[in-house]
Every structure is written in C-alpha cells, then in structure tokens.
C-alpha cells in the first residue's frame, strides 16, 4: 500500500486571485500528500487575466511560506503532460457545489486517459462554497469588501491595482 506522504500531487488553477477557498484546498492537500506543487495555468479558455503569472505565482508564495512541502510553479499547455514531467500521481481539485463535479467529471476523466493520473477531489468548506475569484474581482472593484474571503497578500495586491487602474 502507498502511504500518502509519498506521494506528489498537483493542485492546478489560474487563481487570479488566489481565495480563501484555495488557500483552504491547499492546506488540506498538503496535510495529505508528501508535496504539493500549486501549478498556476494560463488557461487560454479565460479572458485577460487580472494578475500577471508572476503576481499570482508571488501572491500563493507568500501565503503558503508557512507550508514547506508546498511548491509554486507555473505552466503552459496540457495539465497531464505537465503532471508525468512532474512525476506526479494525483491531481488535487477543489469542489464547491454540485455543478462543479459535471465538468470536472470529464475533466479528470481525460486527464486519466492522457497521463494515467488520478484526480482527487477536496469539497471546499462551506465558508467558502460561494467563493471563485470571478465573484471576488466583480465584487471588489464595485467597491465591496471582500476582505473575509482572500488571504491578506492578496487583499493587499488588489488594492494597489485598484490604485493603479484609479490613476491611469
Ligand atoms: O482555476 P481554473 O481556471 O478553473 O482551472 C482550470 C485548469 C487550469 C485546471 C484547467 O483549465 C487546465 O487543466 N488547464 C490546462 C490545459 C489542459 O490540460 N486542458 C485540458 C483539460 S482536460
């Protein structure tokens, strides 16, 4: 039998920004599994992004330092080639409700088909079910508090690029 603390996993996201909800995700993981890489993606599905890669990258850094099986990285292209570069067994994703699984279901499913890793699903803790970073940027550049639901590097780079878009 393996023993979870072996083994390396991947938790995969464009965090722009990184919340509370995947800061949780990240937490749980890295409590089950021997490291954790947290891949930020361009994931060419989105609109322009709020954060540069570097930012987002920076911004999970600074909240995982407390973390040191936790490792941040970025990537381009295919999820599942990255994982085998990796030498990664398990993807980690978050859940929050149930409209979530339906995609993600075929998601982890060619994933498998492609690189033979499993996905594992964390279910985000109810205080965070609500929260994606989509409904995070909306809210806060309308002037919203948003401070409960992002780690307090975050809070603190959306405010200054708030500052910025003010000035320009
Ligand atoms: O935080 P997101 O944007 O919901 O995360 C989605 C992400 C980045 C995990 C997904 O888009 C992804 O894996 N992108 C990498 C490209 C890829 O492998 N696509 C095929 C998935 S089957």
Redesign the pocket.
Known sequence: MNDGRAVRAVY?????PPTNGHLDVIERAAGCFGELIV?V??????REPMFTLEEREEMIRDCVKNLPNVRVEH?R??????VREQHAAVII?GLRVVSDFESEM???L??RA?SDVDTMFLMSDQRYSFVS?SIVKEVFFLGGDVAALVPDPVMRLMAAKRATLRTT
């Open positions: 995969p996201g464009s965090f722009d891949a993606v361009v994931n060419p599905q989105k990537f292209g295919l999820l599942a080639d990255y994703k075929s998601t982890a060619m994933n492609l970073s």
